[in-house]
């Protein structure tokens, strides 16, 4: 039975969403579930596997489901239940059960590690690619000419989409573009990054989704302000919710002056660390504060 939890959480990690575990760690007296117990759960909410069951299993899920919905990159944790509405300790969590032992759990998070889609395979895509590549993440690449999309330029490539933007909006809906937590728009052509932008708002949209948000992917857009402005423009006139627009990232990356596809690449990379750590840009860390 763990064997299968931990199988499920990786491959739904892999998958693109957040995995809470959580371990029975050591257990004493008479308790529900023993030692090496495990229970995994992601957004609906979805679980398998159990810590034992009752008045355990439910306080643990919701310490769980804390965490699964907290922002940035929250860290784990131990607990320690006892199973007696009477139990005192140190950091021990009373519980109305008669068991009367007393259980450690390890809860620990299992954050998606990044998946960016770049639409558009050119000098910043593949620029962004190795960067990418050296910070474990994965890419994938969609362009309508093949030179750029092959594996010379993206050999690292999870997935390779040589197709029209059309095409490719055709084949994916808000569900199947989750899989990726990041997509950027960095194509050759304005007309191009204008369809692929309205596509993949107008599929979240459908949805209820926003970019970002609840499992959705963030969406970037290289450019200037003015090619934002129209950009912007036009997905208003075609009756996309504000809200919807604003939260796309246009230009992208962090403001440090990158001017080279190198430096633009480690300028984005740095922004989606950010979001990936829930900081805003600039926000200081808690190395700051030493």
Not at 158 to 187: C, K, Q, W, Y
Not at 233 to 245: D, F, Q
Request: with cysteine.
């Amino acid at each position: 039975m763990a064997l299968d939890v931990l199988r499920w959480a990786l491959a739904t990690c892999d998958a693109g969403q957040r995995v809470v575990l959580a371990s029975v760690v050591t257990t004493t007296g008479s308790v529900p579930g023993k030692a090496g117990a495990k229970l995994a759960l992601c957004a609906g909410p979805t679980w398998v596997g159990t810590v034992g069951g009752a008045g355990l299993e439910e306080r643990v899920k919701s310490a769980m489901l804390e965490r699964l919905h907290a922002p940035g990159r929250p860290m784990g944790e131990v607990l320690t239940y006892g199973l007696h509405r009477g139990a005192k300790g140190y950091e021990v969590v009373a519980l109305d059960s008669l068991c009367g032992g007393r259980v450690t759990v390890s809860i620990d998070v299992l954050n998606p590690t990044p998946h960016v889609l770049l639409m558009g395979g050119g000098h910043c895509a593949v620029a962004f690619a190795k960067v990418a590549d050296q910070l474990g993440w994965r890419t994938s690449v969609q362009d309508s000419r093949e030179a750029y999309a092959d594996d010379a330029h993206h050999p690292a490539a999870m997935e390779r989409h040589v197709t029209s933007v059309e095409a490719f909006l055709a084949a994916e809906n808000a569900t199947t573009l989750t899989r990726f937590t990041d997509i950027l728009l960095l194509g050759h052509d304005h007309a191009e990054d204008r369809a692929r932008l309205h596509g993949l708002l107008e599929h979240l949209n459908a949805a209820g989704l926003t970019p970002g948000q609840d499992g959705a992917p963030r969406i970037g857009c290289i450019g200037s302000r003015a090619k934002w402005t129209s950009f912007r423009n036009g997905c208003l006139e075609s009756g996309l919710p504000e809200a919807l627009v604003e939260a796309v990232a246009c230009p992208i990356g962090l403001n440090i002056g990158a001017e080279t596809p190198e430096e633009i690449a480690v300028a984005v990379a740095a922004s989606i660390m950010a979001s990936e750590a829930g900081l805003a840009p600039g926000e200081p860390t808690w190395r700051d504060a030493m």
